[in-house]
């Protein structure tokens, strides 16, 4: 295995791991953003929406909407949009880089 596709691999664990993609809890639109700390769920969903929690709402999904707060509502960064957004496409442009140019190397020059 050459050099280039371990590194895209590092990325691709580095960008499952601290980016995700979440569905605005109002109109359903889809972002990417930086995870403050290390998750290996990719995909955030409110399943309340805009609704305030029923006191009779099932556990697993008063979980998942804590989940959604923890990460999505509450800001542990910055709310500088344009540092998240600089990180997230280094994350993913350096992962796609360097697994496609490590691969082709790999094919073209392994044995």
């Not at 109109?27 to 995870?35: N, V």
């Not at 959604?68 to 509450?74: E, G, L, S, T």
Request: one cysteine or more; proline letters at 4%.
């Amino acid at each position: 295995m050459n050099k280039k596709l371990k590194i895209g691999i590092i990325f691709l664990i580095a960008t499952w791991l601290f980016t995700g993609i979440y569905a605005d809890d109002e109109f359903g639109e889809h972002s990417t953003f930086l995870k403050y700390r290390p998750s290996f769920q990719f995909y955030y969903k409110s399943p309340l929406g805009m609704q305030d929690m029923p006191a009779s709402y099932p556990l697993e999904l008063a979980v998942e909407e804590a989940t959604f707060d923890q990460f999505i509502n509450q800001k542990h960064w910055s709310d500088n949009d344009f540092l998240a957004t600089s990180i997230c496409g280094i994350l993913y442009l350096g992962t796609i880089y360097f697994l496609i140019s490590g691969t082709i190397k790999q094919f073209k020059y392994g044995k």
